[in-house]
């Protein structure tokens, strides 16, 4: 089943609330939605797909799954939905949202853990609240290994390498025969501490008249 369909322009002022966006940043999503969907109510991964500035991104597939992942609705839902509404688009962007000039210490703090947060669950890929040996192997091959500059075992073997030294200083105490479960949010967290994460993850508002695709600056 697909999620909520959208919103007649009148009501995009309940939505200011629930995601932090201005009214005018609404509407000029909303018109990107409507370019992505082709006008239609909901928009599908294949929508996603066609965008050309993800074309060569290797966490295409991770981005794309992104905006269908129900944990990203600012709820504790788990699975992922088949087609989303603007609603559920609107929320998914609103990770992406930068601080203003009258956004406090603690709103900054809780944004960049909904940041944080985001990518963690682009990592866990079945919702179990780690990001495993596995997991984080996949990801790493795509980034490396599609670059071309790598093969798919030397990409895996960093995996590896990187996974063994978080499990090293996540728990200092682990045996050689031990056994390490994965990353959790909170490990994640910490390793994600005093990076700068608002030029690194933001979207730019883009003008539906000349757009394209999402763009990172």
Do not use: W
Request: hydrophobic content about 35%.
């Amino acid at each position: 089943m697909g999620a909520t369909q959208t919103r007649p322009e009148p009501q995009y002022q309940d939505l200011v609330e629930d995601t932090g966006f201005s009214l005018e940043q609404i509407k000029n999503l909303h018109k990107r939605f409507e370019q992505l969907s082709g006008n239609a109510d909901t928009i599908s991964r294949e929508n996603l797909e066609r965008i050309p500035a993800l074309a060569n991104n290797p966490i295409k597939t991770q981005i794309i799954e992104a905006f269908f992942d129900k944990r990203n609705q600012h709820g504790n839902e788990l699975g992922s939905y088949e087609a989303i509404g603007f609603k559920e688009f609107l929320m998914v962007m609103s990770h992406f949202r930068p601080p203003t000039l009258r956004t406090t210490e603690e709103e900054k703090e809780a944004m960049r853990e909904e940041k944080v947060r985001f990518l963690f669950n682009m990592h866990d890929t079945d919702g179990d609240g780690k990001i495993t040996l596995q997991e984080y192997r996949r990801v790493v091959e795509e980034l490396l290994s599609k670059s071309g500059t790598i093969g798919q075992e030397a990409a895996r073997a960093i995996a590896d390498a990187a996974m063994l030294e978080v499990a090293s200083t996540n728990v200092p105490n682990m045996g050689p025969d031990d056994f390490y479960e994965g990353i959790t949010f909170e490990h994640f967290q910490q390793i994600l501490k005093g990076l700068e994460m608002e030029s690194r993850m933001h979207i730019r508002f883009l003008d539906a008249s000349a757009a394209h695709g999402f763009c990172r600056k």
